[in-house]
């Protein structure tokens, strides 16, 4: 079923991971997808994964550190098809640092990235929604947005603001017909995992505890995640709004 024919979609952080599934599954229901990266190989292989595949999709290389590039990146949307209905603001990085090791340069990107960037892609989409009626917004925060994890000050912190920053935007902009919700992975097996469990002493023991603290005895799927994103974007959670969604197994 093609419950996104039509629908006009940005995702940040496209091209590999959660993204890349989220992008992948908005294009099977119908959706034109704007992959925005700053990873061209992988986002250019994904783009044509999916247009191989009979979807639509297009890569827009995009820094969410700059801010006019994110305005430009939705300034390209409006031109091309005069709105925005999604956001995915989905990008996201981590250093594995306690806060007293943490660097101001680390500390400078990873809340540019998660959090500054998050920030203002949604600005830029509400104030096109504003003016065509409405749309939604689905971030991808982490279960980190919840519960602290050792070694991860900077991240922690950043992937809390996501939390309430879709709250504010479903409070504020409730009645203008936008909705904004935030979905909530644990251990999900993705590029970015991987290099965690690497630089681990022992990378097989602490993927090994990941599995086994899970009662669902296993790490997450990548389209675990992407279809609860598509779900919260479509007509079915029409009345869901300033939601959280932890997709962790219970972990």
Known sequence: MRRLQKNIVIVTGGASGIGQAIVRKFAHHGATVILADIQTEPAVCTVNEVTQSGGRAQFIETDLRDLEQIDALVRHMVKQFGRVDIMVPNAGLQYENAVADTTEAEYDHIMN??????????????????????????AIGSALSLVAEPHAAACCTSKAGALNLVRSIATDYGRNNIRANCVYPGYIDTPLNDRYF?????????????VESNPLGRIGHVDEVAKY????ARKEASFVTGASLIIDGAA
Do not use: E, T
């Not at 990235?113 to 689905?138: E, H, T, Y």
């Not at 690497?198 to 990941?210: L, S, Y």
């Not at 994103?229 to 919260?232: A, D, E, G, I, N």
């Open 198 to 210: 690497q630089q681990q002493a022992d990378p097989v023991a602490v993927r090994q505890a990941a």
């Open 113 to 138: 990235v998660n959090l500054k960037g998050m920030f203002f892609c949604c600005k830029s989409a509400v104030a096109v929604m504003l003016g065509n009626g409405g749309g939604d917004i689905v």
């Open 229 to 232: 994103v598509s779900f919260l």
